[in-house]
């Protein structure tokens, strides 16, 4: 198992690497659990989230591709985000009633809806993808990904290491 495009991931990890302009949902979905099982990018990933409202789901995007050796434009990075400017306000309502409701529920219904905003991140995953692989692919520019953080604010950037450790 290499790290070429195409192969699998940094070491050999099993998670299929992005070819330009063609990454998949389910790569970027199996990409997405492994790395957010990492306790600090969990953690980076809900600071990103709650104190920056920042999005998840685009940060794991851009590390995956960062990862694969891609970046973009600014101005592909804003169509990224306002491509999931409505499901993101969506989520970030459903996340805030769940919270909510937390203490009120049993566990399982609890887990229900924790499930049920899986479900809505997946599909924002699958809007990311559909839009990432109709725009430009850069192989030599800086970090999206630093820059996203930046975009958030200056201390935002503090979270890209984290964010981007490398798994192994």
């Not at 990492?38 to 990933?45: E, R, S």
């Not at 999005?55 to 990075?77: I, Y």
Request: charged share 20%; net charge neutral.
């Amino acid at each position: 198992m290499d790290d070429t495009a195409g192969g699998t991931g940094k070491h050999g990890s099993g998670i299929p690497k992005p070819l330009i302009q063609q990454a998949t949902a389910e790569g970027l979905w199996q990409f997405s659990l492994a790395h957010y099982s990492h306790n600090d990018v969990k953690q980076a990933c809900l600071k990103l989230q709650d104190d920056y409202q920042g999005n998840v789901n685009l940060a794991l995007m851009l590390v995956w591709l960062e990862f694969s050796g891609f970046s973009f434009s600014d101005d592909s990075l804003n169509i990224l985000r306002q491509a999931i400017a409505d499901s993101e306000m969506l989520l970030r309502r459903y996340r805030y009633m769940r919270r909510e409701l937390k203490s009120e529920l049993s566990h399982a219904n609890y887990q229900k809806l924790l499930n049920f905003e899986l479900m809505l991140e997946k599909k924002q995953q699958q809007d990311l993808v559909s839009t990432v692989n109709q725009l430009p692919w850069l192989t030599d520019g800086p970090s999206t990904l630093r820059h996203y953080c930046l975009q958030l604010s200056a201390s935002a950037v503090t979270l890209y290491p984290q964010l981007s450790r490398v798994s192994g």
